[in-house]
C-alpha cells in the first residue's frame, strides 16, 4: 500500500527516505542524473505501479529537463496552432543508472502531481510544482527510476473546499488546491500549453563522495551598509564540509577582495568581504549595472561562485501616503517595461538563449524593468543572471493570482507547501541586485473587491502576514508589495498605491485619462491587440481575410467579455483617425493593418509622454505584454517570432534616458520635457518647428540648456517664440496656420540629435499631404544601409521587408531630413545573406509605398 504525501514529505519504504529538499543557494556543478530517459503516455490511473504498464507501450526519448509538451516537440508530434490536451493522461518517465552506496536523489522541479519510484518503490508523492524534493536511497548496482505525473483534471475533481469568490478567468478554479502554473488555463488570451513533467533538473548526489565539490551550491548575497558593501557567502556540502577556504570578490576594474571560509556546522562553510565605496549597482537607464565576480578555493580547488551586486532599494509609500515610487540607490527612477509570460511556453526552459533574446529586447527596446506576473511561472536562474548583467530591474510576483487564498494560515492547508515554496526561492535568489520588487500575487484583492467579497474579504493573511514575514526574514534589501493592484477605496484605484491602468485601453477612455486618472504606478497598463508586420503574419497565413476566425482565435479577450480587445484597438482607430475600421478592414485591408500599427504606437507615445513629463504624478508603468504566446495580434509588443512590432518601436524612442516629450496644455500651448536620467550633467540645446503643408517653416525658436545627471526640465513652447502662436490651434482664431510641431534635442557639443518629438494638432490620418518619400540602397564592408530622405513631414515610417529587419523602425522624418538604416539578415549570426536586401517603405500619409531591391 503506497502512502501518499504532500510536496516530498516522508514515506514507507526500507532504506528509502524523503525531505522537503530545502538546501538553499544555486548548484555549483551539474550532477545531473545521467542515462537515457524515456517515456509513454497511458488513460488515467491505468497503472498504479511500475510494474502495472504494458510492457508492449512504445516509449520515446525525453529530455529532461523538460516537460510533455517538450518531448512531443521533439517527436515532431506538437502542434502550435492546436496544443492536445495534457492533463486528462497519465505520464511515465523512467531512466537507468549506475550506483551502489547511500545516495540522494534531489528533484529541482515535477509538474505536478507526481511520483517517484525507484527499483520498485514508492519514494515520493508530491503537488507542488514549485520546490525541490530530496529522497535519501541505498542502491545496489543497476537502477530504474520511474516518475509518474498523474491526469491533473481528474485529481482536481476530487479536490473540494470554501470558495468565495470564483474567478472567470482561471479554468479550472479548483486550480487554487494545487501548486502549479497557470499558463495554459486562461483561456482568450494563453494557449492551452499544459505544464507536465521533470521541468527542473534531476540530480544524483552522493554525500560520501571523495569529491570534496560534489554536490556544492553556493548562497551569495551582497548588502550595503553605509560606506561599506558586505559580501556574504555561503557553502552547502552534502558530505562534511571541510574545515576552511578562502575566497575573493573582483569588481570590473580588477581591483579583488580577499576573505576567508570558516565552518559554521557540519556541511557548511561561511564568510563576510567588506568593500569599501563598492561600485554601485544601477538600471542601465540611470547607469551601469555593475556587478562583482566572487570565488571560492577550497583545497586548492577553484569555484565560481557567481557575481553579485550592490544596490539599495526603497519606496515613498512612508513618507507620500499613496504614493508609490522606486528609489535605486536613494534616486527616483521611472520604471518603464513590460510583463513577461513565458520564454519557452511548451517547454518552459531554463536557457541562457531564451533568456538572453528576450531580455536583450527588453533593454534594447528602453526598458528598466520587467515584471513576472502571478499567474506565469518562476523563471530560472539564467533569467534572474542576465537581468543583472542587463541592468533590468525585475518586479516579481510569488504564484498567486485570482484566488481566495483565505483558508491558507498556521496548521491550515498549503501554508507548509507555501513558507518552503517562498523560502526557498528567496533564499536561491538573494545574489541578485536586479530583483527590487517582490509582491505576494496578482489581482486577488481585485478580484475579491469586483465580484462582490465584502471589503472584509479583500486582504487575505498569504499576502498581508505569511509572504511579507519570509520576505523580511530572507530579503529585507527589496520592497514588499502585497497585490498587484493594491492601495485606494478599491485595490485597483489609480490614484492610489499600483495599479492595472486600462482606463485608456480596454475602457476605451479618452488620452486625455491618462492625466486625469493621476496614476501613481502602472503596474499593468496599455493591452492593445497589436498587429505583426507583414512578414510574421504571411509566415503563418493571417495576411488574409482579417477577420477570419484563425485570425480572430489570436485575438485576446477578457474571459467572459462580448468585445475582445481588437475592438478596443479599433475603437481607437475611430476616435484618433477618424476612419470606420469595419470598411477599412475590408475595402483597404494593407491600410487597415497600417493604420491598426500605427494607432498603438501613436496612443503608447501619448501615455508615457505624460507620464514622463515633468510634474507627472506617475512613477512607473509596464505595458501588458512583451511578447505574444502565438502568432497573431496578441498583446505582445514583440511578435512570437521575436521580430518588434510598431508599439515596441514607440516606445523604444519615449523611453530613453536622454528624452523630449510634448505635452497638450490646451489653452496653455505645448509644454516640453528634457530629461537627463544618466549619472552625467548634458550640456544641450533644443529646436522648436512648426510646419504648414509638413513641409514650411511656420514658426521656430532654439533654446540651450544644460542638466543636471538625473534632472529634468520643463519649457514652455510658447516663452521661446516672439510672438503668439496658437501651437495646440486651442483658441481657433482663423485656419490652423500649421499641421505638424517638432522638438529636437541635439547634444551641444557635436550637434548630435538624441531624441525627437512630434505634436500634430490634427490626428486624422488623411490630415498630411503625401511626404515625398526617396530610399536608397547600399552596401558597405558587407553590411546593408537603407538611407530614407523625405521632403515633407512624413509620419510613422517604416519598413517591411522580405528577410531583414530594419535596426530603426517605425519613426517620424522631419522635412529634408534622413535617416540611415542598418538592415540585419535574419539568418545565423555571422553569415551573410546570399540574396540582398528587398522591401518596401511605408508612411501613413504616403499613397501606396516606396520599394527597393538590392
Given at each position: 500500500?503506497k502512502a501518499?504525501t504532500?510536496a516530498?514529505?516522508?514515506?514507507s519504504?526500507s532504506g528509502?527516505?524523503a525531505?522537503?529538499?530545502?538546501?538553499?543557494?544555486?548548484a555549483?556543478g551539474?550532477?545531473a542524473?545521467g542515462?537515457?530517459?524515456?517515456?509513454?503516455?497511458?488513460?488515467?490511473?491505468a497503472a498504479?505501479?511500475p510494474?502495472?504498464?504494458?510492457?508492449?507501450?512504445?516509449?520515446?526519448?525525453?529530455?529532461?529537463p523538460?516537460?510533455?509538451?517538450?518531448a512531443?516537440?521533439?517527436?515532431?508530434?506538437?502542434?502550435d496552432?492546436?496544443?492536445?490536451?495534457l492533463?486528462l493522461?497519465?505520464?511515465w518517465?523512467?531512466?537507468?543508472?549506475?550506483?551502489r552506496g547511500?545516495?540522494?536523489?534531489?528533484?529541482n522541479g515535477?509538474a505536478t502531481v507526481?511520483?517517484a519510484w525507484?527499483n520498485?518503490?514508492?519514494?515520493l508523492s508530491?503537488?507542488?510544482?514549485?520546490v525541490?524534493h530530496?529522497?535519501?536511497?541505498d542502491?545496489?548496482?543497476?537502477?530504474?527510476?520511474y516518475?509518474c505525473?498523474r491526469?491533473?483534471?481528474?485529481w482536481?475533481?476530487k479536490q473540494?473546499?470554501?470558495?468565495?469568490?470564483?474567478?472567470r478567468m482561471?479554468?479550472?478554479?479548483?486550480?487554487?488546491?494545487?501548486r502549479?502554473?497557470l499558463l495554459?488555463h486562461?483561456?482568450?488570451?494563453?494557449?492551452?500549453?499544459?505544464?507536465?513533467g521533470?521541468w527542473?533538473?534531476?540530480q544524483?548526489?552522493?554525500?560520501?563522495?571523495?569529491?570534496?565539490?560534489?554536490?556544492?551550491?553556493?548562497?551569495l548575497?551582497?548588502?550595503?551598509?553605509?560606506?561599506?558593501?558586505?559580501i556574504t557567502?555561503?557553502?552547502?556540502?552534502?558530505a562534511?564540509?571541510p574545515a576552511?577556504?578562502s575566497?575573493?570578490a573582483r569588481?570590473?576594474?580588477?581591483?579583488c577582495?580577499?576573505?576567508?571560509l570558516?565552518r559554521?556546522d557540519?556541511?557548511?562553510?561561511?564568510?563576510t568581504v567588506r568593500?569599501?565605496?563598492?561600485?554601485?549597482?544601477w538600471?542601465?537607464?540611470h547607469?551601469?549595472?555593475?556587478l562583482?565576480?566572487?570565488?571560492?578555493?577550497?583545497e586548492?580547488?577553484?569555484?565560481d561562485c557567481?557575481r553579485m551586486?550592490f544596490?539599495?532599494?526603497s519606496?515613498?509609500?512612508?513618507?507620500?501616503p499613496?504614493?508609490?515610487?522606486?528609489h535605486?540607490n536613494?534616486?527616483?527612477?521611472f520604471c518603464?517595461g513590460?510583463?513577461?509570460?513565458?520564454h519557452d511556453?511548451p517547454?518552459?526552459a531554463?536557457?541562457?538563449?531564451a533568456s538572453r533574446?528576450?531580455?536583450?529586447l527588453?533593454?534594447?527596446g528602453?526598458?528598466?524593468?520587467?515584471?513576472?506576473?502571478?499567474v506565469?511561472c518562476?523563471?530560472?536562474?539564467?533569467?534572474?543572471r542576465i537581468c543583472?548583467?542587463?541592468?533590468?530591474?525585475v518586479?516579481h510576483?510569488?504564484?498567486?493570482?485570482n484566488?481566495?487564498?483565505?483558508?491558507?494560515?498556521?496548521g491550515?492547508?498549503?501554508?507548509?507547501?507555501?513558507?518552503?515554496?517562498?523560502?526557498?526561492?528567496?533564499t536561491?535568489?538573494r545574489?541578485?541586485?536586479s530583483?527590487?520588487?517582490?509582491?505576494?500575487g496578482s489581482?486577488?484583492?481585485q478580484?475579491?473587491?469586483?465580484?462582490?467579497?465584502?471589503?472584509?474579504?479583500?486582504?487575505?493573511?498569504?499576502f498581508d502576514e505569511?509572504?511579507?514575514?519570509l520576505?523580511?526574514a530572507?530579503?529585507?534589501?527589496?520592497v514588499?508589495?502585497?497585490n498587484?493592484?493594491t492601495g485606494g477605496s478599491?485595490p485597483?484605484q489609480?490614484?492610489?498605491g499600483?495599479s492595472h491602468?486600462?482606463?485608456v485601453?480596454a475602457?476605451?477612455?479618452?488620452?486625455?485619462?491618462a492625466?486625469?486618472a493621476?496614476v501613481?504606478?502602472?503596474?499593468e497598463?496599455?493591452?492593445?491587440a497589436?498587429?505583426p508586420g507583414?512578414?510574421?503574419?504571411?509566415e503563418h497565413g493571417?495576411?488574409?481575410p482579417?477577420?477570419?476566425?484563425r485570425w480572430k482565435?489570436?485575438v485576446p479577450?477578457?474571459?467572459?467579455a462580448?468585445?475582445?480587445?481588437?475592438?478596443v484597438r479599433e475603437?481607437?482607430?475611430?476616435?484618433?483617425?477618424?476612419?470606420?475600421?469595419p470598411?477599412?478592414?475590408y475595402?483597404?485591408p494593407?491600410?487597415?493593418?497600417?493604420?491598426?500599427?500605427a494607432?498603438v504606437?501613436?496612443?503608447?507615445?501619448?501615455?508615457f509622454s505624460?507620464?514622463?513629463?515633468v510634474g507627472s504624478?506617475c512613477?512607473?508603468?509596464l505595458?501588458w505584454?512583451?511578447?505574444?504566446l502565438?502568432?497573431?495580434?496578441?498583446?505582445g509588443?514583440?511578435?512570437?517570432c521575436?521580430?518588434?512590432?510598431?508599439?515596441?518601436?514607440?516606445?523604444r524612442?519615449?523611453?530613453?534616458p536622454?528624452?523630449v516629450l510634448?505635452?497638450?496644455?490646451?489653452l496653455n500651448?505645448l509644454?516640453?520635457?528634457?530629461l537627463?536620467?544618466?549619472p552625467?550633467p548634458?550640456?544641450?540645446?533644443?529646436?522648436?518647428?512648426?510646419?504648414?503643408d509638413?513641409?514650411t517653416?511656420?514658426a521656430?525658436?532654439?533654446?540651450?540648456?544644460?542638466?543636471?545627471a538625473?534632472?529634468?526640465?520643463?519649457?514652455?513652447?510658447?516663452?521661446l517664440?516672439d510672438?503668439?502662436?496658437?501651437?495646440?490651434y486651442?483658441?481657433?482664431f482663423?485656419?490652423p496656420?500649421?499641421d505638424?510641431?517638432?522638438?529636437?534635442l541635439?547634444?551641444?557639443?557635436s550637434?548630435?540629435?538624441?531624441?525627437?518629438?512630434v505634436?500634430?494638432p490634427?490626428r486624422?490620418a488623411a490630415a498630411?499631404?503625401v511626404?515625398?518619400?526617396r530610399a536608397?540602397?547600399?552596401?558597405?564592408?558587407g553590411?546593408?544601409w537603407l538611407?530614407?530622405?523625405t521632403?515633407r513631414f512624413?509620419?510613422?515610417?517604416?519598413?517591411?521587408d522580405?528577410a531583414?529587419?530594419?535596426s530603426?523602425?517605425?519613426?517620424h522624418l522631419?522635412?529634408?531630413?534622413?535617416?540611415?538604416?542598418?538592415?540585419?539578415h535574419?539568418?545565423?549570426?555571422?553569415?551573410?545573406?546570399?540574396?540582398?536586401p528587398?522591401?518596401?517603405v511605408y508612411?501613413v500619409n504616403?499613397e501606396?509605398?516606396l520599394g527597393?531591391?538590392?
Amino acid at each position: 500500500m503506497k502512502a501518499q504525501t504532500y510536496a516530498g514529505t516522508s514515506t514507507s519504504g526500507s532504506g528509502l527516505q524523503a525531505s522537503p529538499g530545502s538546501r538553499p543557494g544555486v548548484a555549483i556543478g551539474s550532477d545531473a542524473l545521467g542515462g537515457e530517459w524515456a517515456w509513454v503516455q497511458t488513460p488515467a490511473d491505468a497503472a498504479d505501479s511500475p510494474a502495472a504498464l504494458d510492457p508492449a507501450a512504445v516509449w520515446l526519448p525525453a529530455p529532461v529537463p523538460g516537460t510533455v509538451a517538450s518531448a512531443l516537440r521533439a517527436a515532431g508530434r506538437w502542434d502550435d496552432s492546436a496544443p492536445p490536451p495534457l492533463h486528462l493522461h497519465d505520464y511515465w518517465y523512467r531512466v537507468s543508472f549506475a550506483g551502489r552506496g547511500r545516495r540522494v536523489l534531489r528533484f529541482n522541479g515535477l509538474a505536478t502531481v507526481a511520483e517517484a519510484w525507484l527499483n520498485g518503490k514508492l519514494v515520493l508523492s508530491a503537488q507542488h510544482m514549485f520546490v525541490a524534493h530530496e529522497v535519501e536511497a541505498d542502491l545496489d548496482g543497476d537502477n530504474l527510476l520511474y516518475l509518474c505525473f498523474r491526469a491533473l483534471h481528474p485529481w482536481l475533481r476530487k479536490q473540494r473546499g470554501p470558495m468565495r469568490w470564483k474567478p472567470r478567468m482561471i479554468v479550472p478554479p479548483t486550480l487554487r488546491t494545487v501548486r502549479t502554473t497557470l499558463l495554459g488555463h486562461m483561456p482568450g488570451w494563453c494557449p492551452p500549453v499544459h505544464a507536465v513533467g521533470p521541468w527542473r533538473s534531476v540530480q544524483l548526489l552522493d554525500p560520501a563522495s571523495d569529491d570534496i565539490l560534489h554536490g556544492v551550491r553556493a548562497d551569495l548575497w551582497g548588502q550595503v551598509q553605509g560606506d561599506l558593501g558586505v559580501i556574504t557567502l555561503r557553502l552547502h556540502f552534502p558530505a562534511s564540509a571541510p574545515a576552511s577556504g578562502s575566497f575573493e570578490a573582483r569588481d570590473g576594474e580588477g581591483c579583488c577582495y580577499p576573505g576567508s571560509l570558516s565552518r559554521v556546522d557540519d556541511h557548511t562553510l561561511v564568510g563576510t568581504v567588506r568593500v569599501e565605496r563598492p561600485r554601485l549597482w544601477w538600471p542601465h537607464t540611470h547607469g551601469e549595472p555593475c556587478l562583482y565576480g566572487v570565488d571560492a578555493t577550497i583545497e586548492g580547488r577553484a569555484i565560481d561562485c557567481g557575481r553579485m551586486g550592490f544596490r539599495t532599494v526603497s519606496s515613498d509609500r512612508a513618507d507620500e501616503p499613496g504614493h508609490f515610487a522606486l528609489h535605486i540607490n536613494g534616486e527616483r527612477v521611472f520604471c518603464r517595461g513590460a510583463c513577461i509570460s513565458s520564454h519557452d511556453l511548451p517547454g518552459l526552459a531554463d536557457t541562457d538563449e531564451a533568456s538572453r533574446h528576450w531580455l536583450t529586447l527588453a533593454r534594447e527596446g528602453g526598458m528598466n524593468m520587467v515584471r513576472i506576473s502571478g499567474v506565469t511561472c518562476y523563471p530560472g536562474e539564467a533569467f534572474y543572471r542576465i537581468c543583472d548583467e542587463l541592468g533590468l530591474l525585475v518586479w516579481h510576483d510569488f504564484m498567486f493570482a485570482n484566488f481566495d487564498y483565505g483558508g491558507i494560515g498556521p496548521g491550515i492547508g498549503l501554508t507548509d507547501d507555501i513558507t518552503r515554496e517562498v523560502s526557498e526561492w528567496l533564499t536561491s535568489t538573494r545574489a541578485h541586485p536586479s530583483l527590487a520588487v517582490l509582491c505576494g500575487g496578482s489581482e486577488a484583492e481585485q478580484q475579491a473587491s469586483m465580484l462582490g467579497a465584502s471589503r472584509s474579504d479583500w486582504k487575505q493573511p498569504l499576502f498581508d502576514e505569511l509572504i511579507p514575514g519570509l520576505v523580511a526574514a530572507h530579503r529585507p534589501d527589496v520592497v514588499y508589495v502585497s497585490n498587484s493592484p493594491t492601495g485606494g477605496s478599491w485595490p485597483f484605484q489609480p490614484d492610489t498605491g499600483v495599479s492595472h491602468y486600462y482606463g485608456v485601453g480596454a475602457y476605451q477612455r479618452p488620452l486625455a485619462d491618462a492625466r486625469l486618472a493621476q496614476v501613481r504606478f502602472a503596474s499593468e497598463c496599455l493591452a492593445f491587440a497589436n498587429v505583426p508586420g507583414d512578414r510574421t503574419l504571411t509566415e503563418h497565413g493571417l495576411s488574409v481575410p482579417l477577420h477570419a476566425p484563425r485570425w480572430k482565435a489570436t485575438v485576446p479577450r477578457d474571459a467572459g467579455a462580448p468585445w475582445d480587445f481588437e475592438d478596443v484597438r479599433e475603437h481607437y482607430l475611430r476616435v484618433l483617425y477618424d476612419v470606420d475600421p469595419p470598411h477599412l478592414r475590408y475595402e483597404q485591408p494593407r491600410r487597415y493593418l497600417m493604420l491598426s500599427r500605427a494607432v498603438v504606437a501613436d496612443v503608447m507615445t501619448e501615455v508615457f509622454s505624460e507620464w514622463r513629463r515633468v510634474g507627472s504624478s506617475c512613477s512607473g508603468g509596464l505595458v501588458w505584454q512583451l511578447q505574444d504566446l502565438m502568432p497573431g495580434a496578441g498583446w505582445g509588443i514583440v511578435d512570437a517570432c521575436g521580430r518588434p512590432k510598431s508599439a515596441w518601436h514607440a516606445l523604444r524612442q519615449v523611453w530613453q534616458p536622454l528624452q523630449v516629450l510634448i505635452t497638450d496644455e490646451g489653452l496653455n500651448g505645448l509644454h516640453l520635457h528634457v530629461l537627463n536620467e544618466t549619472p552625467q550633467p548634458r550640456a544641450l540645446w533644443l529646436a522648436l518647428h512648426c510646419l504648414r503643408d509638413g513641409e514650411t517653416v511656420v514658426a521656430q525658436a532654439r533654446h540651450s540648456l544644460c542638466l543636471p545627471a538625473r534632472s529634468a526640465e520643463r519649457v514652455e513652447a510658447a516663452a521661446l517664440l516672439d510672438r503668439f502662436f496658437d501651437l495646440t490651434y486651442a483658441y481657433r482664431f482663423g485656419p490652423p496656420t500649421h499641421d505638424v510641431v517638432v522638438a529636437t534635442l541635439f547634444a551641444a557639443d557635436s550637434g548630435e540629435p538624441l531624441s525627437q518629438a512630434v505634436y500634430l494638432p490634427d490626428r486624422r490620418a488623411a490630415a498630411l499631404k503625401v511626404p515625398g518619400l526617396r530610399a536608397q540602397l547600399e552596401q558597405v564592408e558587407g553590411e546593408w544601409w537603407l538611407t530614407v530622405s523625405t521632403q515633407r513631414f512624413a509620419r510613422w515610417v517604416h519598413i517591411e521587408d522580405h528577410a531583414y529587419h530594419a535596426s530603426e523602425n517605425w519613426f517620424h522624418l522631419a522635412p529634408g531630413s534622413s535617416r540611415r538604416v542598418r538592415l540585419v539578415h535574419e539568418g545565423k549570426a555571422g553569415v551573410h545573406a546570399v540574396s540582398p536586401p528587398s522591401g518596401e517603405v511605408y508612411a501613413v500619409n504616403a499613397e501606396g509605398s516606396l520599394g527597393y531591391d538590392g
